[in-house]
């Protein structure tokens, strides 16, 4: 969807986040993949990324590492993180500061940028681990209700202040709850420490594992290979033989049959995206990004 064709030889990702991007490193899984795409082969991936734990929206636009890195190049794909708890309201206050944060003080600094990501992130596993919030996401799909429902607003707002260039939103949480509710149509319990579902978490409850961060880089390879690309295959991939990264070897963890639900689970919601009109399907022309 952003790479254009041919594709640069270095596609470039600045990571605005925390420790949904930083846990098993998803900037560098991802571009472990998109170096593996078929379509493209030789395409690489430069990657820059600010992720303080538990770092908010406010708390990005007042980093002067945050603006230090988007000002620093004219970023390809530019994603934006908010604080897993704020999206889905919890906290009006918050909420609205984040809002601000975002279209007037973040995402002008990526007007340069040929596509900005909003991260969609998941609910955790039992609901909020955190005592002020869990009145608020006493479990997990209320959680991943909120949630999905305060970034689709954060996608909205982008749209009408014009404050970025194109916006799309990287539907990871999405993913997540399509694979609990294939659980629950199987008549199986997802929140069983066995279940797929819940290897998706580390032991923490709310933490990608390394399953999770394999769905959310999954997501972010649909979302920027150009539109009908399959997910990149890495396994037997020639590129990877003489590769030692700890991305490698983190992948190579992962069973055949959780790939394959986990890559069924990443397709399924970036389809549906696509199919609502949330997410832009997008065509590079000449540098130009049309809808």
């Known amino acids: 969807m952003v790479l254009p064709k041919p594709p640069p030889a270095k596609l470039s990702i600045a990571w605005v986040g925390n420790s949904f991007v930083y846990f098993n490193d998803l900037p560098s899984m991802l571009a472990t993949l998109l170096l593996c795409a078929k379509p493209f082969p030789g395409t690489t991936v430069e990657y820059d990324s600010v992720a303080p734990g538990g770092q908010r929206f406010a708390g990005h636009a007042d980093d002067t590492a945050v603006a230090g890195m988007l000002r620093r190049r004219a970023w390809d794909v530019v994603v934006l993180q908010d604080n897993s708890g704020v999206p889905g309201g919890y906290d009006s206050g918050r909420y609205a500061e984040s809002a601000y944060a975002l279209t007037d003080r973040l995402a002008p600094l990526t007007r ?23 009145a608020a996401y006493p479990d997990y799909k209320t959680m991943q209700k909120l949630t999905t429902h305060g970034i689709d607003q ?10 970025c260039g194109t916006v799309g939103i990287a539907p990871v949480g999405d993913a997540w709850e ?45 979302m920027i290979l150009p539109e009908g690309s399959p997910i990149p295959e890495w396994r037997g991939d020639p590129r990877l033989d003489d590769e030692e990264s700890e991305a490698v070897a983190r992948l190579v963890t992962i069973s055949k049959e959780d790939e ?23 065509v590079s022309d000449g540098g130009k990004v049309e809808l």
């Open 260 to 282: 394959h639900r986990l890559r069924a689970a990443a397709l399924a919601a970036v389809g549906k995206r696509i199919d609502d009109g949330w997410v832009p399907n997008w």
């Open 112 to 134: 340069d940028s040929l596509v900005c990501l909003l991260y969609g992130t998941w609910g955790h596993r039992f609901g909020s681990v955190y005592a002020e919030q869990q």
């Open 154 to 163: 954060y996608k909205r707002l982008l749209d009408r202040t014009q404050s």
């Open 178 to 222: 399509r694979i609990y509710d294939e659980d629950v149509r199987a008549k199986r319990d997802p929140l069983a420490d066995d279940s797929l579902f819940s290897r998706l978490y580390k032991k923490d409850k709310f933490h990608p594992s390394v399953l999770g961060t394999f769905l959310a880089a999954c997501v972010f390879a649909l």
